[in-house]
């Protein structure tokens, strides 16, 4: 069994903050944890608009807190985002992400990250990136 606390995860390498100062978050669980996704608590810094697309990912974001929008640049389509909405990239969706307010989302990734993932130019995570811990 795993156990951890956001608090503790927090406090160690598992949390990440993008260079951009964009968003910061939490990895509490990883690809070395052989679970076949990674699970993270991630703050979306109010005023962030930036792109995203997750060429080698698939991800499911659930809003705990904040407001503000995801829109798919493929249609242009905005869908509102505020706690208790889930939204899900199952088509490796090129997308803008807008934070009205601070947002914390609860996010699942698949194929798991590794760890230190930030963004690369395309807004996408690489597949092999440094492990925590390794």
């Known amino acids: ?29 990883l690809k ?23 060429q080698n990912h698939l991800e499911s974001v659930y809003c705990v807190s904040g407001r503000g929008e995801v829109e798919t640049l493929a249609d242009g389509r905005k869908y509102p985002i505020e706690p208790g909405t889930l939204y899900i990239l199952d088509k490796h969706d090129e997308h803008m992400l807008r934070a009205f307010e601070e947002m914390q989302m609860a996010c699942v990734f698949n ?18 990136a440094e492990a925590i811990g390794a």
């Open 1 to 29: 069994m795993i156990v951890r606390t956001l608090d503790e995860a927090a406090r160690s390498e598992r949390r990440i903050v993008s260079p951009d100062g964009n968003w910061e978050s939490t990895r509490m669980l």
């Open 111 to 128: 194929p798991p990250l590794s760890g230190k993932e930030v963004h690369n130019a395309e807004g996408a995570y690489e597949l092999e």
């Open 32 to 54: 070395n944890d052989n679970m076949g996704f990674s699970f993270h608590i991630t703050t979306i810094y109010k005023g962030a608009d930036f792109r995203m697309h997750y």
